[in-house]
């Protein structure tokens, strides 16, 4: 039983940083237009990629997690 619950858990917490991730590359994004001045815009989308990407594959996991799959 609470082998489950810790599981529950951890997919919840792995689901949160992954929505923290997110909220990071939004940020990112929103500095995106300084990137374009200053010639640096490839490292900014290659973060925001990064961010979105990693994101991404934390919150399936933790959604896998959370479900017991």
């Known amino acids: 039983m609470a082998d489950t ?3 529950q858990e951890r ?3 792995l689901m949160f940083a992954g929505l923290a991730l997110w909220v ?3 940020l990112v994004l929103f500095f995106l237009p300084a990137g374009f001045r200053s010639g640096h815009q490839w490292q900014f989308e290659a973060l925001v990629i990064l961010l979105g990407v990693v994101g ?3 919150m399936g996991r933790g959604w ?3 479900r017991g799959l």
């Open 11 to 13: 997919g919840g917490s």
């Open 5 to 7: 619950e810790e599981k």
């Open 64 to 66: 896998r997690m959370r």
């Open 24 to 26: 990071a590359a939004l």
């Open 56 to 58: 991404a594959i934390l």
